[in-house]
């Protein structure tokens, strides 16, 4: 696939995603990355658009250039979207009460402690649909539970149960902060999404580097 292929191919895609109106996004595309212009109008589009450019093969890597913009809405204070932030973490069951939230400039900043990393996941899922986001930093921190050696067991085992997965071809290591290291070669950024996405799901697991190589 050629890169005016590529930029045709995720036009497409940023159509067919319902929560991102594409009317105002522009794409780009050189040597498989995809560059994402433009501006939406809440911060929960921006995160639709980066994700629908991500789905599409041959994409090898998105620049974020989109801005988020509200002009047919009143600016929201900061002390407005902290409070409305941490009312909807509250009623998140999933998400542990010791996440602290941060707003300047319509920009927010999760940080706190959590156990798993879907907890952290879900808590910047619950802020970025917030009226009058622009952005939001995640530095919450998983608390580690197992060893090394533990979590790179689990992280194999869970690769080999994937079918959209080959395990054979990609390497685990784990360093002594409970860093995942992911080597290897995938076909496309779906598969890679997913090989992360196991890595993800071992207890303890503090943060991944992602060196597989698509293609």
Known sequence: ????????????????????????????????????????????????????????????????????????????????????AINVLEWDTLVPNEIQVTVRDGWLTLTGIADWYYQKVTAEEDVHRLTGVRGVTNNIEIKPRAHAGDIKRKIEEALKRRASTEARSIHVSVTDRNRIVLEGKVNNWAEAAEVEKAAWSAPGVKAIEDRLSVG
């Open 1 to 84: 696939m050629n890169d005016l292929q590529l930029r045709q191919a995720v036009i497409a895609e940023l159509e067919f995603e319902p929560v991102a109106d594409a009317a105002h996004i522009g794409v780009a595309a050189e040597k498989g990355v995809v560059t994402l212009s433009g501006h939406v109008s809440r911060y929960a589009e921006k995160v639709a658009a980066i994700a629908a450019a991500r789905r599409v093969k041959g994409v090898r890597g998105v620049a974020d250039e989109i801005e988020v913009r509200s002009p047919f809405e009143k600016s929201t204070s900061d002390d407005e979207i902290a409070k409305r």
